[in-house]
């Protein structure tokens, strides 16, 4: 792998104390080109601006996808990275329905290794910190008309990280959307694609000024069955079921949400992928029976809500409070994320 380091760091500008979340990023990136049907050789170079055609097909038409995922600084000093193999599996699923040719899992994994390790200065040593990674695809023909492209850049960037919502772990209000679609049964909702997320942005930016967090989606045909939050899946501990909605092609698979449901069957909890409906969970609410409701996702990893918004009614989750399953979940995936805790599924790799 050719890596040409930069001649200037930017390291000593970046406060680690204080970090938001997606504005700062790391000296280096990783870049691979795709020509003649075939990935070319990985590179690492200086983080910097890339040059594009104005007409390059993936500004116009969206052929793109991408993934997040995160290293970790234990208390050891080693760096860790959560489940890579499955966030590789999820991108490539992604890349398919986005007519993408797949990346294979070794320079997938050889060219996170490379990057982490040349930039590990950058992984923050604060607890709760992490090093947010992005790795994306995009189309690269340039050309006027709607059709598959033939050749594509992968790149990943990276860029410390400290919490996703400014709640941080407190519970978050949300509120479903009021007439708007994010996905339907065939559509893009299973892909990390930015069109997924685009259909999202007025709806969000219109709960926000009523003052919630986020939106809280609904299926796109009857509109009452639970979906998920933009950046999180979502669970549901009705009395001792734990529910999260089914991957039926209209949500995301997060990797969490897989982690959840691992750490719930092996502490013998009941776990069901099946639908709930916004209903079931004002009627759960009225009987005493909704102990908590909660969210997962790589970004803020488990995330509880404290309150529901629905067509002028409201639901209060737990007085508003964390619930013991979902500190417990946050403890215990964060617990093996910075290598503090068994990892008894294999999902750590140090770097």
């Given at each position: 792998m050719k890596i040409i380091k930069t001649s200037k760091s930017r390291l000593?500008?970046?406060?680690?104390?204080?970090?938001?979340?997606?504005?700062?990023?790391?000296?280096?990136?990783?870049?691979?080109?795709?020509?003649?049907?075939?990935?070319?050789?990985?590179?690492?170079?200086?983080?910097?601006?890339i040059e594009v055609d104005p007409a390059i097909c993936s500004l116009h038409y969206g052929q793109i996808i991408f993934e997040g995922l995160k290293a970790f600084c234990g208390r050891n000093g080693s760096i860790y990275l959560f489940r890579p193999q499955k966030y590789h599996e999820r991108m490539n699923q992604s890349c398919r329905r986005l007519c993408i040719p797949e990346v294979d899992l070794d320079l997938f994994l050889n060219g996170l290794r490379a990057l982490v390790s040349l930039d590990r200065e950058w992984v923050p040593k604060r607890q709760g910190y992490s090093l947010y990674i992005r790795p994306f695809i995009f189309a690269t023909d340039s050309f006027l008309g709607v059709k598959v492209s033939e050749t594509y850049r992968f790149l990943i960037i990276t860029g410390p990280v400290g919490a996703y919502y400014k709640e941080g772990i407190n519970p978050v209000k949300l509120i479903t959307p009021g007439g708007?679609?994010?996905?339907?049964?065939?559509?893009?909702?299973?892909?990390?694609?930015?069109?997924?997320?685009?259909?999202?942005?007025?709806?969000?930016e219109e709960a926000k000024k009523k003052g919630f967090t986020q939106v809280l989606w609904l299926d796109g045909i009857e509109g009452k069955y639970v979906e998920e939050v933009g950046t999180m899946n979502m669970f549901f501990l009705i009395g001792d079921e734990l529910i999260t909605p089914p991957l039926e092609g209209t949500i995301l698979p997060g990797v969490t949400r897989d982690s959840v449901l691992h750490l719930a069957r092996d502490w013998g909890f009941k776990t069901s992928e099946r639908k709930v409906s916004i209903d079931e969970a004002f009627a759960a609410s009225e009987k005493g029976t909704l102990k908590e409701v909660f969210g997962s996702g790589?970004?803020?990893?488990?995330?509880?809500?404290?309150?529901?918004?629905?067509?002028?009614r409201k639901i209060v989750v737990n007085d508003s409070k964390i619930g013991p399953l979902a500190q417990k979940l946050y403890d215990e995936i964060t617990g093996i994320q910075y290598g503090e805790k068994p990892d008894k599924f294999g999902w750590r790799i140090t770097i």
């Open positions: 000593r500008d970046v406060d680690f104390q204080h970090l938001g979340f997606g504005d700062i990023f790391s000296d280096h990136m990783l870049s691979v080109e795709y020509r003649d049907g075939e990935w070319g050789e990985a590179g690492i170079v200086p983080y910097g601006p708007y679609v994010r996905a339907s049964k065939g559509g893009l909702g299973a892909a990390k694609t930015p069109a997924n997320y685009a259909a999202t942005l007025l709806p969000a790589t970004a803020a990893v488990i995330s509880p809500v404290g309150e529901i918004h629905h067509e002028g």
